[in-house]
């Protein structure tokens, strides 16, 4: 997505949660489709004020507003559901809901109207799968949060849609890459 944006002209504000050297070569990347200062911001987006931090710190670098907003941080917890503990039940929701809970109402103040929000989901949020019950529940809460957000902002001029792509593998290992 960012890459797309980025050949559309886009300048990219990227919060990543752990992994700065993928990050770090992520902007490296898209400094060299675009170099429009393009910037990365660390914080778990499951922190109430983290995420305050990190969108003070992308308005002020895009100059006080956000025109698109891809909320796309997911925690996926496998495993069947009676066996499934408390702490990963609770840690599917605090990314997959708290995050984008804490990540949309701090950036919406900065939303202008013709702005967007992107919701990427899952199958696994419409479409019940075996071993994924937490991930699919958490999912589905983000779903309907999203449809409500729509409700809300669109007659803001506030677009807020939801993505679900499917399994996506960039390792260059995805067996399902070339199915026989």
């Known amino acids: 997505i960012s890459h797309t944006l980025t050949k559309c002209g886009?300048?990219?504000g990227a919060i990543y949660r752990s992994d700065s050297q993928t990050a770090e070569a992520t902007l490296t990347e898209l400094r060299n489709i675009n170099d429009v200062n393009h910037f990365i911001l660390q914080a778990d987006i499951a922190n109430e004020h983290a995420v305050e931090a990190a969108v003070q710190?992308?308005?002020a670098q895009f100059g006080g507003k956000i025109d698109i907003l891809i909320l796309d941080a997911a925690?996926?917890?496998y495993g069947e559901f009676i066996a499934t503990s408390t702490a990963d039940w609770m840690r599917s929701f605090d990314t997959n809901v708290h995050g984008a809970f804490f990540v949309v109402r701090a950036a919406v103040p900065y939303l202008q109207r013709g702005g967007s929000v992107i919701f990427l989901s899952s199958g696994a949020?419409?479409?019940p799968m075996a071993e994924l019950s937490a991930y699919g529940a958490s999912k589905a809460a983000a779903n309907h949060l999203?449809?409500?957000?729509?409700q809300e902002l669109g007659p803001k001029g506030i677009r807020v849609n939801t993505v679900s792509p499917g399994h996506t593998d960039k390792s260059g290992n995805d067996p399902n890459a070339d199915p026989q």
């Open 57 to 59: 710190s992308a308005q």
């Open 125 to 127: 949020g419409h479409d």
């Open 75 to 77: 925690q996926v917890v």
């Open 146 to 150: 999203s449809t409500v957000l729509a």
């Open 10 to 12: 886009a300048r990219i």
